[in-house]
């Protein structure tokens, strides 16, 4: 939705305002309540067979706006960190760093709406709310992904989210052992290893 669509009159004014809100403005002020945060992660990949394609752990450190450190332990470790300017996706194994500038398409993924949490980003998305879930279907059909949702709590924990791809593939990502905790700005500044490869796509 684009705005909140709170209309007050006489015959409402005993109502509670969390009954009027739309779904937009209930999960922005869910999120709202955590600036900062330190979470593990169990990821699982489906096909459209529902057979699991991938599976992996890994821990995330947010703090925002638009600042995340997303690390992949195993089975093939990878590292995703926002600086809140660009992205680096770091992958161990080449030896290879991506650079992308956060403005661009990629401001528009599932995690940048999350991490971000502005209204200017969610514009483009239809939400609807079931209970504690919150579903995003794209207005647009430029994005990769046909609809994510998310469960978020009145206090601002994060339990889950998930991704639904045109391809099939719908991804999940369990929390867990979340943590409010005011993560350290240098960790989301990342230092290169020597002999990296560097992709710059900014």
Request: glycine share 2%; hydrophobic share 40%.
């Amino acid at each position: 939705m684009k705005s909140i669509l709170i209309r007050f009159c006489f015959l409402y004014i005993f109502i509670p305002l969390t009954v009027l809100a739309d779904p937009q403005s209930v999960l922005q002020q869910r999120l709202d309540q955590v600036s900062s945060i330190y979470v593990r992660f169990h990821q699982k990949v489906m096909d459209n067979n529902d057979i699991l394609v991938q599976e992996s752990n890994g821990e995330l450190w947010v703090r925002r706006p638009n600042q995340f450190y997303w690390h992949v332990f195993s089975p093939d470790e990878n590292i995703l960190l926002s600086d809140g300017r660009d992205m680096f996706f770091y992958h161990p194994l080449i030896n290879q760093v991506v650079i992308y500038r956060i403005k661009n398409d990629l401001s528009y993924s599932p995690l940048m709406l999350i991490v971000g949490n502005q209204k200017s980003d969610w514009k483009d998305y239809n939400i609807i709310q079931k209970n504690d879930n919150f579903f995003f279907t794209p207005k647009k059909s430029e994005q990769d992904f046909i609809q994510f949702s998310i469960e978020v709590t009145k206090s601002g924990v994060i339990n889950c989210f998930s991704v639904m791809e045109e391809s099939g593939l719908r991804t999940s990502y369990d929390f867990n052992n979340q943590k409010n905790i005011l993560v350290d700005i240098n960790k989301f500044k990342l230092i290169f290893p020597s002999g990296v490869t560097i992709d710059d796509q900014r």
